[in-house]
């Protein structure tokens, strides 16, 4: 079962309905094929690829220092700019379970990570290549990017090779 909590609207509310199982993914960072991480290879074995789109977003890299060193990521912000657009992949997720139980883990919002969550599972729309508006989940940045860097581009592959 998924354990990210879901923010809907901007509120702090849990629906876990919707979130449980998610049918559809969009990612835009390290779990893009590009950024060549494993866990976007398990994506991979347990989804395909609907398409590219892009959301209404600010993308940030994030940098920190952790147990392992230097770390750098990225994080999508939802933003109020029709301009501000981050891009990325639409997965179908064929068999949730592995899938979310891992990414919740891997982006710190299972159970044992402290709250507030760096990151949250939520609804957001996807604008895809051809215009259609799908509805997906993703994991959305939630702390504070006064220190991050902005991609002005809102594409991740542009500054993959200086993050893990």
């Not at 879901?6 to 969009?26: C, H, N, Q, W």
Request: net charge negative.
């Amino acid at each position: 079962m998924v354990r990210c909590r879901l923010a809907i609207g901007g509120e702090s509310s849990v629906m876990r309905a919707m979130i449980d199982t998610p049918k559809y993914l969009f990612v835009y960072g390290t779990l893009l094929a590009e950024a060549q991480h494993p866990m976007g290879a398990l994506l991979r074995k347990h989804g395909h690829v609907v398409g590219r789109g892009h959301i209404q977003a600010r993308l940030y890299i994030i940098e920190e220092v952790d147990d392992q060193g230097p770390n750098s990521y990225p994080g999508a912000v939802p933003s109020p700019v029709a301009e501000d657009l981050v891009h990325g992949m639409v997965y179908e997720v064929t068999n949730p379970r592995p899938v979310f139980e891992a990414f919740d883990d891997f982006e710190a919002c299972a159970p044992g990570w402290p709250e507030p969550y760096e990151f949250l599972l939520r609804p957001i729309d996807v604008t895809m290549k051809d215009g259609a508006i799908l509805r997906a989940a993703s994991y959305l940045y939630t702390w504070d990017t006064s220190r991050a860097t902005l991609v002005a581009s809102g594409r991740f592959e542009q500054v993959a090779p200086h993050v893990r």
